[in-house]
């Protein structure tokens, strides 16, 4: 590879001689006709000069040699001081041209039909807080059903997924407890009636002077004793989960049975159910949850710095993310009073309307809540741009010129942004077409 760069030199180097030769051999003739062209025109001028003027042309013939030679370099010297001063060489204190302005911008009459002018000013502001959440049940239309008795699961007569009606029977449990309490309750009516019909007799012989006073006041006594333990015997079954009318059927027929029916309390939705055939269960078991799904919460946690800027009845939005963040409108129907001490923060609640059935309890969602109005100074969202991760503002210099200038803003609302620092009231901004300001700005940067 070296030697073939050394061949390719040698080769070389012959062609670059000759045209150098060449260049130099050219350039001397050129030269050579520019002074002749010279000194043919000064001939001329000389020729010219003497017919008119034959003593200036005397005296330039006895003047020096040098200063002949002199007067043939003259128009070059002339040209290079005037190309020399043209670049201010001779210029000890050059102008220096000033730069333009990163952050101004320039605007033409197109650009003024796109943008709004305006002024920086103090208004109500009303900002909007953002807070996670979710969809839960409204607790004013749930029910968690339980076992009235101690029994074993007999039947099984709802599923989840199925509306009931208040009064309907969701399951069928067989009681031994439940036997015990008829049986309690007809021995108590028994008693009860044989308590009567002795106070009766008594009354009838204490009018014959037959018995005594005393004895009259124990038979009443024994009556009124034997009613209130029969009262509390159907109230037991009450309890126990017999209606009125069928304690009424045992009392007048005797027949005792042992099965309990699980009622629905509320109409609705089942969404919930604990239990199987053949289970045994307990008063404190819950076996079935009916929600009435018509109306649910939204419930949010907000931060206790943010508490004081939340009413009861402001309007507030709901977002779902799980319907295409749909925006649902409401009102915020509770706040808490106190304060979670583990997590800082204050449950807000609000109600929506689930009449499609489309929201579901469980949903996650962002709740969107209007503080109180408060003076502050704002500026318009399209007012605002972000550069370099910064929001600026265009202040008005004059009619076709702003500056750009960082601020430091809040959070959005209602299509403002609150001013923190950088802006002062009255200053004059284009408050619309910010982002086309900033485009002409970057083009004019270019040099577009």
């Not at 009861?312 to 106190?338: F, T």
């Amino acid at each position: 590879m070296k030697q073939e760069f050394i061949d390719f030199i040698a080769e070389l180097r012959p062609r670059v001689v000759s045209l150098l030769n060449k260049v130099r051999y050219h350039s001397k003739e050129y030269l050579e006709q520019i002074i002749q062209t010279q000194n043919k025109f000064y001939q001329g001028a000389h020729d010219w000069l003497a017919s008119r003027a034959p003593s200036v042309t005397r005296r330039y013939d006895a003047s020096p040699h040098w200063l002949k030679k002199g007067l043939l370099y003259l128009p070059w010297a002339v040209i290079l001081f005037i190309t020399l001063n043209y670049f201010n060489v001779f210029d000890r204190n050059p102008v220096i041209k000033s730069v333009q302005d990163p952050n101004v911008v320039v605007v033409n009459e197109d650009l003024h039909k796109m943008i709004a002018d305006g002024k920086a000013q103090i208004s109500p502001f009303v900002e909007e807080l953002r807070a996670s959440g979710r969809v839960d049940f409204n607790e004013l239309f749930l029910s968690r059903i339980g076992a009235n008795v101690t029994g074993r699961v007999s039947d099984i007569l709802a599923v989840p997924g199925q509306m009931v009606k208040q009064g309907d029977v969701l399951a069928k449990i067989t009681s031994t407890e439940l036997t015990q309490s008829q049986l309690a309750y007809l021995k108590a009516k028994s008693a009860s009636q044989l308590a009567d019909q002795a106070a009766n007799r008594a009354k009838i012989l204490y009018k014959e002077d037959v018995i005594a006073l005393a004895e009259l006041q124990k038979r009443e006594a024994e009556s009124s004793s034997a009613r209130a333990e029969f009262r509390a015997a159907n109230d037991q079954l009450r309890v126990q989960g017999m209606d009125q009318a069928s304690i009424n059927r045992l009392a007048k027929s005797g027949l005792i049975e042992s099965i309990n029916n699980v009622i629905a309390t509320i109409p609705g939705e089942i969404v919930e159910r604990k239990i199987n055939k053949g289970q045994v269960v307990q008063p404190a078991d819950a076996l079935f949850t009916v929600a009435d799904l018509s109306t649910l919460w939204a419930i949010s946690e907000v931060p206790e710095s943010n508490s004081y800027l939340i009413r009861k009845g402001q309007k507030a939005y709901v977002i779902i993310p799980a319907l295409r963040n749909q925006q649902i409108e409401g009102v915020v129907a509770h706040v808490d009073s106190i304060v979670n001490p583990q997590t800082r923060t204050v449950v807000v609640r609000m109600e929506l309307s689930n009449k499609e059935g489309q929201i579901k309890p469980g949903m996650l969602a962002t709740m969107l809540i209007e503080s109180q109005p408060i003076e502050k100074l704002v500026v318009p969202v399209g007012a605002v741009v972000r550069e370099d991760n910064h929001d600026h503002v265009f202040i008005r210099l004059d009619d076709d010129m702003y500056r750009m200038v960082p601020v430091k803003l809040g959070p959005e609302g209602r299509g403002y942004r609150p001013v923190i620092s950088g802006l002062k009231e009255g200053q004059e901004i284009a408050t619309e077409g910010a982002y086309h300001l900033n485009t002409e700005r970057k083009r004019q940067l270019s040099g577009g």
